[in-house]
């Protein structure tokens, strides 16, 4: 009847960079990866997961394979492009691609720029992409961006100081922002495209989602987000 609030279905990938993890404060990081697993386990969600070559620990990333979740290449180290020599960086994300290979059996499919940063100059931008999309990788965008990372990292720092209030304050906060950015990116995609499109979020792998990102997705549900996978989300033709 009249007011009746209808909740219209919002497909969503959900993203998690900067694997095998940052901002771990004083959870080990073996644990931190099997809480996150086992919260995306419970509520059916298939993420795709993209890492930085170079920080080792391929354990961590073969455990998020054997859970059936996609990896992608972040770049070896994280390079930032709009600060590096082009055919350098290039060479971070070949040796990446190399690594990921091994691990997965085949070769990742996505690429995601560090910082989101895709050049300094339109040229660089476009003769870069070129060369990235060369080797065989698309490129996963992102269209729900936010700061989960400055919340991730704060959230860090109070387990460390051991201030748990802090931490739960920290942790309230941030899923209340996640889904006011979600709101946010809905209400841009309507504005630029006259639809809502289906979005891509990005998160990390840090201590504040091994504890909280189960409480993200549920509120996201609620706000009637249904959860699909990267490569079916990457298939709206707005990032085209």
């Known amino acids: 009847g009249a007011g009746r609030h209808v909740v219209v279905e919002k497909p969503m990938a ?19 990866t099997a809480r996150i697993l086992t919260v995306l386990a419970e509520r059916e969600v298939t ?14 990333l073969t455990l998020w394979l054997a859970a059936d979740h996609d990896l992608g290449n972040h770049h070896d180290t994280h ?5 590096t020599d082009p055919d350098t960086w ?37 003769a870069v ?3 990235i999309e060369s080797t065989g990788l698309q ?16 959230y860090a720092k109070a387990l460390a100081a051991e201030d748990a209030p802090r931490a739960a304050e920290i942790a309230r906060a941030y899923v209340e922002h996640v889904v006011k950015a979600t ?13 809502d499109i289906d979005h891509v979020l990005l998160l990390h792998a840090n201590a504040l989602n091994a504890d909280h990102l189960g409480e993200l997705l549920d509120a996201l549900a609620a706000e009637g987000v249904a959860f699909i996978e990267l490569q079916e989300a990457m298939a709206d033709p707005v990032y085209a």
Request: glycine share 12%; net charge positive; charged share 25%.
């Open 14 to 32: 959900v993203t998690i960079d900067d694997l095998p993890g940052v901002n771990w404060g004083t959870l080990d990081p073996t644990v931190g």
């Open 47 to 60: 993420v795709t997961g993209f890492a930085n070559c170079d920080r080792g620990r391929s354990d961590l």
């Open 79 to 83: 390079g930032d492009l709009n600060k």
């Open 90 to 126: 290039m060479k971070g994300v070949v040796r990446c691609n190399v690594v990921l290979t091994s691990l997965i059996g085949e070769p990742p499919r996505f690429f995601r720029y560090p910082y989101l940063y895709n050049g300094p100059t339109p040229e660089v931008r476009d």
């Open 129 to 131: 992409l070129t060369r």
């Open 139 to 154: 490129i996963g965008r992102v269209s729900i961006d936010n700061h989960e990372w400055k919340f991730g990292s704060l």
């Open 183 to 195: 709101h946010h990116f809905s209400d841009v995609a309507r504005t630029r495209t006259g639809r």
